[in-house]
């Protein structure tokens, strides 16, 4: 039953798991964990989260039970280690607009750390510092992915989820028309019937 099924979404560097928010009502009725990462942009630092390690390892323990997760930008990077740590546990993966843990330089994307800084100084520094490179572990990767992007984000051009569909080998790449980094968002009404079939096999 729908009501017995776990769904964690995770934000990109803002933090603010409010952003999956138009998205997760439009879903079925089931458990929706929308995740806050202490020390990101606006949200209030926790001496239990100094690292991106400490961060993914905040999302692990909430996958106690099988769950399907929803991430966007780098909380797709998160998502992708939180799988790879917990493989078992995760029946689905919707992974929109990141690098999913692989270089992006080669793709020459837009840069954003600076701009982020600005915006939020009091955010912790490992936001904008950390690095992984998760390519041959996404190889191996054998999770049910949603690649969601648009053809008109520069942080995370298609190209990356063309990419990430030939490393991830049982993915699916979907590309909205228009928007920019932050279309799933600002277009839930569009981008929720594709995470639903995904997720609940309806629509």
């Known amino acids: 039953m729908a009501t017995s099924r ?20 439009r879903l079925p009725p089931c458990e929706k964990i929308l995740v806050d990462y202490p020390g990101a942009g ?3 630092h926790s001496s ?9 390892a ?5 996958m ?3 769950v399907d997760v929803v991430a966007q930008s780098m909380g797709g990077v998160i998502a992708v280690q939180a799988a790879l740590a917990r493989r078992q546990a995760v029946r689905r993966l919707v992974l929109t607009a990141t690098s999913g843990g692989v270089d992006l330089r080669a793709f020459k994307p837009r840069e954003w750390r600076e701009k982020y800084r600005r915006e939020y100084p009091a955010a912790a520094e490992w936001i904008t510092t950390y690095q992984v490179d998760l390519t041959d572990q996404l190889r191996r990767l054998r999770i049910p992915t949603l690649l969601l992007w648009s053809d008109a984000d520069e942080i995370s051009p298609r190209a990356v989820g063309e990419h990430l569909s ?4 049982d993915s699916k790449l979907l590309v909205i028309k228009g928007g920019d980094h932050m279309f ?16 609940f096999g309806t629509r």
Do not use: C, K, M, Y
């Open 6 to 25: 776990r769904v964690i979404f995770l934000p990109g560097v803002s933090g603010d798991g409010r952003f999956w928010q138009p998205v997760a009502e």
């Open 42 to 44: 606006t949200i209030p």
């Open 48 to 56: 239990s989260v100094r690292s991106f390690d400490d961060l993914v």
């Open 58 to 62: 905040l999302v692990v323990t909430r």
């Open 64 to 66: 106690n039970r099988p």
């Open 166 to 169: 030939r490393l991830l080998p």
């Open 184 to 199: 799933a968002r600002d277009r839930p009404a569009e981008v929720t019937p594709h995470i639903e079939r995904h997720l």
